[in-house]
């Protein structure tokens, strides 16, 4: 399927895969335990084909995505700089785990800098399951990613039939086909022009960036423990509109206070965070340093915070980038 243009010889699709349950087979010698074993070229010939185009396969990792960090969510973005550094190239299918796809198609899309559409897929069902969903997910990313309609609206996730931006995607099933949803797409401030792109970090040391939950009866331990351990930043996973209490926000004070970073999300599916309550709530966090990241949910703010520190952006850009790109109510 094309649109708006006449296809070149040699234009073809980039598929880059990665692991998860889209190439998991069960092993024997694992008592039946299900890893990451298919390459790219196995993905694409599931497939069956024909494609509308010729597809280029390019192995990047194989693993489960549940074993990324950050790094290998960075190469994934700088292989898919390379592919599209070809201009012969019309889309990238990236193949990946669904534990962390928000993650690494969320990174994706902050530094994606072209107007060529790249898109996730992966499988709910294993290669070997009875029925797997795999080849066809595949089948209609490399669809999409050859489509013409599908330039300038950056990196998506292709699934069961439904295609989401990568900004606010999040996994909301465990085992179902359906396993994707973006409960706040267009809401305002979420919707309209895409942020313009943030750079590709370039080698050098990573930055730790932990994930803080406040939960009835949180005390301050835990976040105190990533204060131990060298965090640069600091993800505190609120209730509600983004509320703790008053044993949590001291501590939240006295980190931004060393200079980390702290941003306030929501253990809640849709919603901004809002900073109104005292006593330790959100209105209190503000005051304490934290920086609330609108509509992104903990999973993609820690990819951005991890992005911006990686940077070395101050605490004021980076409070402006969570505004920007978290759709500030």
């Given at each position: 399927?094309?649109?708006?243009?006449?296809?070149?010889?040699?234009?073809?699709?980039?598929?880059?895969?990665?692991?998860?349950?889209?190439?998991?087979?069960?092993?024997?010698?694992?008592?039946?335990?299900?890893?990451?074993?298919?390459?790219?070229?196995?993905?694409?010939?599931?497939?069956?084909?024909?494609?509308?185009?010729?597809v280029?396969?390019?192995?990047?990792?194989?693993?489960?995505?549940?074993?990324?960090?950050?790094?290998?969510?960075?190469?994934?973005?700088?292989?898919?700089?390379?592919?599209?550094?070809?201009?012969?190239?019309?889309?990238v299918?990236?193949?990946?785990?669904?534990?962390?796809?928000?993650?690494?198609?969320?990174?994706a899309?902050?530094?994606h800098?072209?107007?060529?559409?790249?898109v996730?897929?992966?499988?709910?069902?294993?290669?070997?399951?009875?029925?797997?969903?795999g080849p066809?997910?595949?089948?209609?990313?490399?669809?999409?990613?050859?489509?013409?309609?599908?330039?300038?609206?950056?990196?998506?996730?292709?699934?069961?039939?439904?295609?989401f931006?990568?900004?606010?995607?999040r996994?909301?099933?465990?085992?179902?086909?359906?396993?994707?949803?973006?409960?706040d797409?267009?809401?305002?401030?979420?919707?309209?022009?895409?942020?313009?792109?943030?750079?590709?970090?370039?080698?050098?040391?990573g930055?730790?960036?932990?994930?803080?939950?406040?939960?009835?009866?949180?005390?301050?331990?835990?976040?105190?423990?990533?204060?131990?351990?060298?965090?640069?930043?600091?993800?505190?996973?609120?209730?509600?509109?983004?509320?703790?209490?008053?044993?949590?926000?001291?501590?939240?004070?006295?980190?931004?206070?060393?200079?980390?970073?702290?941003?306030?999300?929501?253990?809640?599916?849709?919603?901004?965070?809002?900073?109104?309550?005292?006593?330790?709530?959100?209105?209190?966090?503000?005051?304490?340093?934290?920086?609330?990241?609108?509509?992104?949910?903990?999973s993609?703010?820690?990819?951005l915070?991890?992005?911006?520190?990686?940077?070395?952006?101050?605490?004021e850009?980076?409070?402006?980038?969570?505004?920007?790109?978290?759709?500030?109510?």
């Amino acid at each position: 399927m094309t649109t708006g243009r006449t296809r070149e010889r040699g234009e073809h699709v980039v598929l880059l895969a990665t692991g998860g349950t889209i190439s998991s087979r069960s092993r024997a010698e694992l008592d039946g335990a299900a890893v990451a074993s298919d390459g790219a070229d196995d993905l694409l010939r599931s497939t069956g084909g024909p494609h509308s185009l010729p597809v280029r396969v390019v192995d990047v990792l194989r693993v489960g995505s549940y074993m990324l960090d950050v790094d290998d969510m960075l190469l994934v973005c700088a292989r898919i700089r390379e592919a599209l550094a070809d201009p012969a190239v019309v889309g990238v299918v990236v193949t990946h785990g669904t534990d962390t796809m928000e993650e690494t198609a969320f990174l994706a899309d902050l530094v994606h800098a072209d107007p060529r559409p790249v898109v996730f897929t992966g499988a709910q069902r294993a290669a070997d399951a009875a029925d797997p969903d795999g080849p066809a997910n595949l089948a209609r990313a490399l669809t999409l990613a050859g489509a013409g309609d599908t330039r300038d609206r950056g990196v998506l996730v292709c699934f069961a039939g439904e295609v989401f931006p990568a900004r606010g995607v999040r996994k909301s099933e465990t085992l179902l086909a359906h396993a994707f949803s973006n409960p706040d797409d267009g809401r305002d401030g979420w919707a309209g022009d895409r942020p313009e792109p943030l750079p590709l970090p370039e080698g050098g040391a990573g930055c730790r960036v932990d994930l803080v939950a406040s939960y009835p009866g949180a005390d301050a331990a835990h976040l105190r423990a990533s204060l131990a351990a060298g965090a640069a930043g600091i993800v505190l996973q609120g209730t509600g509109i983004g509320n703790a209490n008053p044993v949590l926000c001291e501590a939240v004070a006295e980190a931004t206070a060393r200079g980390l970073v702290v941003v306030t999300s929501t253990r809640v599916q849709a919603g901004p965070v809002v900073p109104v309550y005292g006593a330790g709530g959100g209105k209190d966090l503000l005051a304490a340093g934290a920086i609330p990241t609108g509509l992104l949910r903990p999973s993609q703010s820690l990819v951005l915070l991890s992005l911006l520190l990686r940077l070395g952006w101050s605490r004021e850009d980076i409070a402006a980038a969570f505004a920007r790109r978290g759709g500030e109510p």
